[in-house]
């Protein structure tokens, strides 16, 4: 299964117009009246992520090595000789991976049951030399379910696609991993597939955080509530809250204060992560330092609505993590 390394410059125009705070001007007002703030994000996102492009010749400009980078001869099929770019295996919905090749699969499958992806095909990739995640963005799939058994709203489902198709969500991850690409905790953006929707990332092995949570038996992930009568009519909010308390009780240390000074640096380089869950939060290994995914839902100070998404995010992290009680502020 072949894999499209490169990245590809955007062939639009270049012109400045709405690519910064300040610079619509009479236009402004206008745009957001007829397509909400939507439109503003999409443009101010995509011209940072343009700007770099045409930087760098087309190419994501170069990062650092992630200290928890996995090496490519660690993998048993490249070790063997298998070294062209290539999928090597696929993530399910829970962050599982299920090898490609099954020379593979002792080194990646941690489970024998694979849960279909409700959004967007994340698989590992080894491109270029790297391993990479390859993420490639995408509306609900047809008969997708949110946590439990629950029907995507058919409005929520339509404004989902409608944004993908404009390229919403992968110029915003895009152009939050380009602001945030010197934080070591957070993976580099490596290639952007623009006519494909996907963007190349830095793999991160080991263990998020709610599969740490899950740790003895504990019904977490979204194919063991479906099977569980209580779990499966419990609001997202409640779930959430109930993998927190789990993890606190596996005693894995004093994360809280980790991901209050994440959010700080973070919130220093103009992002503002809006979906904020354990599963977005993995313990690297070997190094034991926890690293911060998934940014397509973020707001960029550039955007509009930033102080007021930079009070949602502040409340979210109280409310999962009661911060403050426990002595941890992110202001």
């Not at 959004?119 to 270029?128: E, F, P, R, S």
């Not at 404009?166 to 690409?181: K, V």
């Amino acid at each position: 299964m072949a894999v499209k390394p490169v990245a590809y410059p955007d062939p639009g125009t270049s012109g400045a117009s709405l690519d910064q705070p300040g610079s619509a001007g009479f236009f402004e007002p206008l745009v957001r009246g007829l397509a909400g703030d939507g439109a503003l994000n999409l443009v101010r996102a995509k011209g940072e992520v343009r700007a770099a492009l045409r930087a760098g010749g087309g190419l994501v400009p170069p990062a650092p090595l992630l200290e928890d980078a996995l090496p490519p001869g660690s993998i048993p099929s490249i070790a063997a000789g298998a070294r062209h770019d290539r999928v090597l295996a696929e993530i399910d919905q829970d962050g599982f991976a299920f090898a490609i090749d099954r020379m593979d699969e002792p080194f990646f499958n941690r489970r024998a049951r694979r849960t279909p992806r409700q959004q967007n095909l994340i698989d590992i990739a080894l491109v270029g030399g790297h391993v990479c995640i390859r993420k490639r963005i995408r509306s609900y799939r047809m008969g997708a379910r949110l946590w439990g058994d629950r029907p995507v709203p058919a409005r929520e489902w339509a404004q989902r696609s409608f944004w993908v198709s404009l390229g919403l969500f992968m110029y915003s991850e895009a152009a939050a991993l380009l602001r945030l690409s010197d934080l070591p905790f957070v993976p580099k953006l490596r290639g952007i597939d623009l006519a494909g929707r996907t963007l190349y990332i830095d793999y991160v092995p080991g263990e998020n955080l709610r599969t740490l949570a899950a740790r003895g038996d504990a019904a977490v992930h979204d194919a063991d509530i479906k099977d569980d009568p209580h779990l499966c009519g419990l609001p997202a909010r409640d779930l959430e809250r109930r993998e927190v308390e789990l993890l606190d009780r596996a005693g894995i240390g004093d994360f809280r204060r980790e991901i209050a000074e994440m959010v700080r640096e973070i919130n220093a380089r103009g992002v503002v992560p809006l979906d904020i869950k354990l599963g977005n939060f993995i313990r690297g290994a070997p190094s034991g330092r926890l690293y911060w995914l998934d940014f397509e839902l973020s707001r960029l100070r550039s955007q509009p609505r930033w102080d007021a998404d930079l009070a949602v995010q502040r409340e979210t992290l109280e409310q999962l993590f009661d911060l403050a009680a426990r002595g941890h502020t992110v202001v």
